[in-house]
C-alpha cells in the first residue's frame, strides 16, 4: 500500500510530497515578496525534492526573472525557431505555439518533446529550469519528469560497470522538439556532430550525491565505443531511466510554476491539440561544470521525501 505523503513545516513554507518518487507541492505565498529565509526553505524543498511545483502565481516578466535571480545568475536562453523582433529579455524563453500575425511569439511548438535534460548540449548546463504556465490548452500539454538519482541506484550492475568512466557526446543541433537549431545543418555521423562530452555518472555539485546524466537520447554517442555498442548501451540505459517507477506527470494549471533540477531530473512533453493555446515563460539558472562520480561506489541521494512504496528515502 502506497505511503500517505506527509506535509513538511519548512519556516515560512509547507512541503508536500507527490505520490511518486519525485517533486513536491511547496506552499509559500506570493512568491513576489516572501523574505529570503522562505527562499531558502524553498530551495532546500527544490534540493530535496528535484521538482518543486507552486501555485497561483501571476507574474511579469520582470517579476519571473526577480523570482529566478533569487535561485542563482541567470543564462541567456538559448535560440529557437520564431520570427520575433529581438528579445527585451535575454533570459526568457517563451515557449509556445501561438502564431501572432503569421510571426511565433515563441518556440517548441505544440507537438511532443522527447525526455531530456536542458541544454545539455553546453559545456556547462544550466542547474535549475524554471516555467510559467500564462495559458494552456484543455487537455494535453502534460509534463513528466524522471528521477535520475533513483535511476543509478537501481541500474543492473553489469549496467553500472559499462557506464564507468565513460562520458556520451551531446549533439548541439536539435531541440527537445526534434527541430534543427538556427545556423547548423544535419550530418550522417552522429560522432562528428557538434556539442560537448559530459560524463554519464555525474556528482552533485550541492548535495554531493550521484546521478545518471543522459541529456537526450536522440544523435547522443557514447565516446570511445563503437556506434553499434553505443546505440546498444544508450538503448538500454533509456530503458531503465525512462520507467515509470521513477517518473511524475504534471497536468499544468494557469499561474503554476515548475522548478526543476537539471542535474538530477530529466523531463518531457505531451503534444496537444495545435488549434489549442500554450504559453510558458522560462528562465534558467547557470549551473557548473559536469563532474563525474564514480558509477561503482556512488553516494546515494538519502534525504527528502519517502519514495511512493514508502519504504525508503529517496
Request: charged fraction near 20%; glycine fraction near 8%.
Amino acid at each position: 500500500m502506497a505511503a500517505v505523503p506527509e506535509t513538511h513545516h519548512l519556516s515560512e513554507v509547507e512541503v508536500t510530497p507527490m505520490h511518486a518518487p519525485i517533486a513536491a507541492m511547496v506552499e509559500c505565498g506570493d512568491v513576489r515578496t516572501i523574505a529570503d529565509k522562505t527562499v531558502e526553505a524553498v530551495r532546500r524543498a527544490f534540493l530535496d525534492h528535484l521538482v518543486i511545483l507552486i501555485r497561483g502565481q501571476q507574474l511579469t516578466v520582470p517579476e519571473l526573472l526577480a523570482f529566478g535571480r533569487r535561485f542563482g545568475e541567470l543564462t541567456p536562453a538559448a535560440p529557437v525557431h520564431q520570427g520575433q523582433k529581438p528579445r527585451e529579455f535575454p533570459e526568457l524563453a517563451v515557449i509556445s505555439n501561438v502564431v501572432e500575425n503569421g510571426v511565433a511569439i515563441g518556440g517548441l511548438g505544440d507537438g511532443e518533446a522527447v525526455w531530456h535534460t536542458d541544454s545539455c548540449f553546453n559545456e556547462v548546463p544550466p542547474s535549475a529550469s524554471i516555467l510559467h504556465a500564462l495559458e494552456i490548452p484543455s487537455s494535453g500539454g502534460d509534463t513528466g519528469f524522471s528521477n535520475m538519482y533513483l535511476a543509478l541506484e537501481t541500474l543492473a550492475p553489469e549496467l553500472r560497470r559499462a557506464v564507468h568512466g565513460r562520458t556520451i557526446k551531446h549533439d548541439q543541433r536539435y531541440t527537445s522538439g526534434g527541430q534543427l537549431r538556427p545556423g547548423y545543418t544535419g550530418a550522417e555521423d552522429i560522432r562528428a556532430t557538434p556539442g560537448p562530452c559530459h560524463p554519464v555518472v555525474r556528482q552533485h555539485p550541492e548535495t554531493g550525491c550521484s546521478a545518471l546524466y543522459l541529456g537526450r537520447r536522440p544523435h547522443a554517442h557514447v565516446t570511445d565505443l563503437p556506434l553499434a555498442e553505443s546505440e546498444t548501451l544508450l538503448d538500454a540505459l533509456w530503458a531503465h531511466a525512462t520507467k515509470a517507477e521513477f517518473t511524475w506527470h504534471h497536468q499544468w494549471r494557469v499561474g503554476d510554476i515548475l522548478i526543476w533540477d537539471n542535474r538530477c531530473a530529466m523531463h518531457r512533453r505531451d503534444a496537444f491539440d495545435p488549434q489549442s493555446r500554450r504559453i510558458m515563460h522560462r528562465t534558467q539558472c547557470k549551473g557548473s561544470p559536469v563532474v563525474e562520480a564514480d558509477a561503482k561506489s556512488f553516494t546515494p541521494h538519502l534525504r527528502g521525501h519517502q519514495n511512493f512504496q514508502g519504504d525508503k528515502k529517496c
